[in-house]
């Protein structure tokens, strides 16, 4: 990796970066891998980044139909936290979370991960009776949760109202103060970047059509840009997780559907932290840029578009303003779609396909990014070794079949954040 001075830093800049190198090769495919990771967004990237670095695997190549973060990993709200209710993912995503507070170090490069805390706000009594009964659960495995007090609220985040007849009184909270956010673009490039420096060869514009399958097992992948042969195939597409699957003759139970965001104009800072709730599903944060980031419930309808409808904008701004007033004198600066792809227990999907050779990380309904480093952890232990991580082992895909469900409220695919 060509390095530069303070001064050559300027000069490339002002050339308009005409002299930087690669942060990563474009190499033509081969013929043939020991393994094949379809989808070059953040799952894909981590779990051949951690094939190469934890493994020493170096035959292996991510397939990325568009560009690199151009799919989910850039279409997010950042939020980066461990403080579920259900055990299983209280595992797998403080196991992830360890990982974040180490990745930039890790990867050398800067995932601006920021431990400003997240709060889940508690609007009545049974709500926050619910926080307590979930802080106690997250302690009792070692998480951090702390219990607040209306009038900690307040002084955290003096800017929500707090007045008796605001719209959604505020009781109380429960933070994490581990929890954050990260930018989701440095998160794809760093892994990209390390990836391709252990000898990963990263394929864009490389669309899976097919797959080569004989006897019940996978010996490859069929693509826009030829046949290309693998011992063993991961498939980490997010929202077309079905579709691929699919290719190949599965039929999983996942529904994909659409996830909006979307962003103010960029202010001085005024949010801290992350805000969420127990009873709404609106979320709140301040980007680095001052821009306030803004989420809420995906539109809930089966599609493959990244175009949203607007009532669910309207209802998100709405939740938005009555928790936190000044927001409404802010303009929107922009809005964006992913496609998420919707387990029916909210839970994802790890491990073993019933095609011999195949694997699948899915089913991340709108917590994908939060488990980005964990999540390519241990599908890259999967796909060494043949066997699941025994974090990762109850999120197998046979669970539906035996109703092992991991249903973190009882509200199937909005379980995820709620």
């Not at 007849?165 to 892994?191: E, K, M, S």
């Not at 290309?228 to 997780?241: K, N, Q, W």
């Not at 699948?360 to 709108?366: A, E, H, P, Q």
């Amino acid at each position: 990796m060509k390095r530069y001075s303070t001064l050559g830093l300027l000069k490339a800049g002002l050339s308009g970066h005409r002299d930087w190198p690669r942060a990563w090769r474009d190499p033509e495919p081969r013929s043939r891998y020991d393994i094949v990771v379809i989808g070059g967004g953040g799952h894909g990237l981590a779990t051949a980044y951690y094939l190469a670095r934890q493994h020493g695997i170096g035959s292996v190549a991510v397939l990325e139909r568009g560009w690199i973060g151009g799919g989910n990993t850039g279409r997010n709200t950042t939020i980066v936290r461990s403080n579920y209710r259900q055990p299983q993912l209280q595992r797998l995503l403080e196991y992830s979370l360890k990982l974040w507070e180490g990745m930039t170090q890790e990867l050398n490069y800067n995932v601006m991960f920021s431990q400003r805390g997240a709060v889940f706000l508690g609007h009545s009594d049974s709500d926050m009776t619910r926080l307590a009964e979930r802080g106690d659960a997250l302690r009792a495995h070692g998480i951090d949760a702390e219990l607040m007090t209306r009038a900690e609220v307040a002084r955290l985040i003096p800017v929500l109202d707090m007045s008796p007849d605001a719209r959604f009184p505020v009781q109380g909270g429960l933070i994490q103060r581990r929890g954050g956010t990260a930018r989701h673009d440095a998160v794809a490039w760093g892994y990209a970047r390390a990836a391709d420096a252990l000898g990963v060869d990263i394929i864009q514009n490389c669309e899976v059509t097919g797959f080569s399958i004989r006897g019940g097992r996978v010996e490859g992948v069929e693509t826009t840009r030829g046949t290309i042969g693998a011992d063993r195939v991961g498939i980490c597409v997010a929202g077309h997780s079905g579709q691929v699957a699919g290719l190949a003759g599965l039929k999983l139970p996942i529904e994909s559907h659409l996830l909006q965001a979307f962003v103010s104009e960029p202010i001085k800072p005024m949010i801290d932290t992350v805000i969420m709730s127990q009873s709404i599903h609106c979320y709140i944060s301040q980007s680095d840029k001052g821009e306030i980031v803004l989420g809420g419930d995906p539109d809930l309808y089966p599609t493959y578009s990244q175009r949203g409808v607007p009532m669910r904008l309207e209802e998100v701004a709405s939740q938005a303003i009555a928790l936190v007033p000044a927001l409404s004198r802010l303009r929107m600066l922009r809005s964006w779609a992913g496609t998420t792809d919707m387990s029916f227990d909210g839970s994802p999907i790890i491990g073993d396909t019933p095609i011999e050779g195949l694997y699948l990380n899915g089913g991340w309904c709108y917590g994908g990014f939060k488990a980005t480093p964990g999540s390519g952890r241990l599908f890259a232990h999967h796909l060494a070794g043949g066997e699941a991580h025994e974090i990762a082992a109850p999120f197998a895909l046979d669970r539906f079949a035996r109703g092992a469900t991991i249903d973190e409220t009882g509200a199937g695919p909005k379980a995820q954040d709620r």
